[in-house]
């Protein structure tokens, strides 16, 4: 069935033997002389056929060439197939399997470290950009500032396009509720602030409607004697001149010196009494005219807890708080007077709020003072000066109170009618007075209030009031 030359063979053994000895043979004599192996055929494979086994192993051929063999004992043929292949050739051909297989997992290796990086860059890559997202986005909520969240754009269309979608809805919630929340806080922090100046107000308004009740107590009690001296003064002077006067006809009737009397003359120096008695009443009734002005006055300014508005004359009030500090313009011992200039125009008289405005008038004054005495005591000024002007501007009446104090910076003149700021040492202000005047003029009035200043120069606040107030207000 094959040539024995061959590398690879197929070929059937039969038994020759006697019952002495066993000779295994090829099964074709035709092929195969006898004398070509006389001592018969032998090898693992053909011994382990010829005994009825069926198998295969590596084992060394009849002519002792190392060989891979597959044999079988064919019982109907009674002979044994053996198919055979040198072990050399066999195993060049595994090596070269191995050598591809080797290749084709290399290769495979190859492919797959590509695709694999390829797949990371898409999916990784996202991750990690979701990642750093979030990382961000968590500084940004500890720092407060969650107006901006960060976000990712990646749109894929597989579980990191979701997961970034939804890192994308969730960053946009809180975005929003942040900006819900922070209109929220806005509007409870402007009630807040408008509480408290409403409060503030209130307090004020009670100390200056306590001030207004003791100004005119004050000038009741006052009002009362005065006008008493007053009305009798004329009457004083025409009894005194009738006394003179039935003196004097004493004296031509009764013609004879009377030294006792004549003495007398002399020592109460009586020609000097009738010369100088009327301009004592004189002066006696210039005064009380003058306390009667100064109490009329104080009444005008004591309508602080008036809360109705009505006509009023803003040069009253000026001069009604100029009354209440008078005190202040005097001279002291570490400064001398306040020059008080005032330049008033022709006004007629405004609708307003009095009591308010008088007590913007009066805080504005005493701002005034109070920053001239400091440029005073840092040696910055002499001659305090306080300079009132008022005008008529179209249909507006403008009032200006100046000082020649040391000034304040832009940046003071924009916040001196915030709440609780002063430039005022601690314990001296409160950070409430011009405020709460800013409020009046503004809010009330519908007019303005404007702060100018120069430092070194002095400062200016401005007042601009309607004649005429809305029906709205």
């Not at 009330?444 to 029906?471: A, R």
Request: negative net charge.
């Amino acid at each position: 069935t094959g040539d024995i030359q061959d590398i690879d063979q197929t070929y059937l053994v039969t038994d020759i033997g006697n019952s002495f000895a066993e000779k295994y043979v090829f099964a074709s004599a035709k092929q195969f002389e006898a004398h070509d192996f006389p001592e018969g055929l032998n090898s693992p494979g053909i011994t382990e056929a010829m005994i009825g086994g069926s198998g295969r192993g590596l084992y060394l051929n009849y002519k002792g060439v190392p060989v891979i063999g597959v044999y079988r004992w064919l019982d109907e043929r009674n002979v044994a197939l053996l198919v055979e292949m040198d072990q050399v050739d066999a195993f060049s051909l595994a090596n070269q399997l191995a050598y591809s297989i080797l290749l084709t997992g290399l290769l495979l290796a190859v492919i797959m470290t590509v695709a694999t990086w390829l797949l990371g860059r898409q999916m990784i890559n996202p991750v990690l950009t979701i990642a750093e997202a979030a990382r961000l986005s968590g500084y940004q909520i500890r720092t407060g500032n969650l107006s901006t969240l960060k976000t990712v754009a990646i749109s894929a269309n597989n579980e990191i396009g979701i997961l970034a979608k939804a890192f994308n809805q969730m960053t946009q919630h809180v975005s929003t509720s942040y900006e819900v929340l922070e209109d929220k806080n806005q509007v409870l922090e402007s009630a807040l602030k408008k509480l408290k100046e409403t409060q503030l107000q209130m307090i004020q308004n009670e100390k200056m409607a306590s001030l207004g009740q003791m100004v005119a107590g004050i000038a009741h009690e006052v009002n009362n004697p005065v006008n008493f001296i007053h009305g009798n003064l004329h009457h004083i002077d025409e009894y005194t001149q009738d006394l003179f006067d039935l003196i004097e006809l004493y004296s031509v009737e009764y013609s004879r010196e009377i030294p006792v009397i004549s003495d007398k003359r002399k020592d109460i120096e009586f020609d000097f009494i009738k010369t100088d008695l009327p301009q004592v009443l004189a002066s006696v009734q210039n005064g009380t005219e003058r306390i009667r002005e100064i109490v009329k006055s104080m009444r005008n300014f004591s309508r602080l807890d008036e809360a109705n508005r009505k006509i009023a004359d803003i040069h009253e009030g000026i001069e009604g708080a100029l009354l209440i500090i008078q005190h202040r313009l005097k001279a002291q011992p570490d400064r001398s007077e306040v020059n008080v200039i005032k330049n008033y125009g022709s006004l007629s008289p405004i609708e307003c709020y009095p009591g308010q405005l008088n007590q913007v008038l009066l805080n504005l004054i005493v701002n005034a003072i109070d920053a001239m005495e400091s440029a005073i005591l840092s040696g910055d000024l002499e001659h305090p000066i306080l300079q009132i002007d008022t005008e008529m501007e179209m249909k507006n009446v403008m009032i200006r109170i100046s000082d020649n104090g040391i000034g304040m910076s832009q940046e003071t003149c924009e916040k001196i009618f915030d709440p609780f700021f002063t430039t005022k040492p601690v314990g001296k202000g409160t950070g409430l007075g011009l405020s709460i005047s800013y409020a009046i003029i503004v809010d009330h009035h519908q007019g303005e209030l404007i702060c100018k200043s120069t430092i070194g120069k002095g400062t200016d606040f401005i007042i601009i009031l309607p004649k005429l107030l809305n029906c709205e207000d």
